[in-house]
């Protein structure tokens, strides 16, 4: 099973949902977590946008290998593995380094990014947690911590909307009972300035 609720394929799909398919791949390999949103194809062309803008847009500072970090540490935090699964596979990807990779994962599984990070990517992994499990709790202050670690303003509203994009993934799957059947993990956008262009990593 790939989901709780009805699924549309590709071969079933037509009109604007057809069209959105088709922009996320001609071939109709379509992520189950995409496929959820067949139901109502305007939440579906949100969700693309919101992530291509928040994970793989050109102006984006911040290194993309450190954002799926991010979304991978958020996606663990919340128990979500299906997003664990398809941007560990992304980070291995961006980082072109199996071992490093592996280790980020293990120790971000842990829950210990100590272990493998420091300075200003240890800051925004500690912020990242903060805004997961206590948001309530935060405090100004602790933005000066992370100018402190050397981020500028822009990318800490990059890290907050990583972290916020996750928080919508996670519950999307979780909530709809997503699964990886069938997915081939890692897609990945074509062309970072394209909101509807996607590729197989």
Not at 167 to 185: H, K
């Amino acid at each position: 099973m790939r989901s709780w609720i009805r699924l549309i394929s590709f071969q079933e799909a037509s009109g604007r949902l057809r069209k959105l398919y088709e922009r996320i791949s001609p071939t109709g390999k379509i992520d189950n977590i995409l496929l959820a949103h067949g139901l109502r194809p305007h939440t579906l062309e949100g969700h693309l946008a919101l992530y291509k803008s928040v994970l793989h847009h050109a102006r984006n500072t911040l290194a993309p290998w450190l954002l799926e970090a991010i979304g991978v540490y958020v996606s663990l935090l919340n128990g979500c593995r299906y997003c664990v699964e398809h941007h560990a596979r992304g980070l291995e990807r961006l980082l072109d380094d199996d071992a490093r990779a592996a280790a980020i994962r293990a120790a971000l599984e842990r829950d210990a990014p100590e272990e493998v990070f420091e300075g200003l990517e240890l800051a925004a992994l500690r912020y990242a947690r903060a805004l997961t499990l206590t948001p309530s709790e935060l405090t100004e202050e602790q933005l000066e911590g992370l100018r402190a670690a050397g981020l500028d303003d822009g990318e800490i509203l990059e890290i907050n909307q990583v972290t916020s994009y996750f928080a919508y993934a996670n519950r999307t799957v979780l909530g709809l009972g997503v699964t990886t059947e069938g997915d081939v993990l890692g897609l990945s956008p074509r062309d970072r300035d394209d909101p509807g262009s996607w590729r197989h990593s």
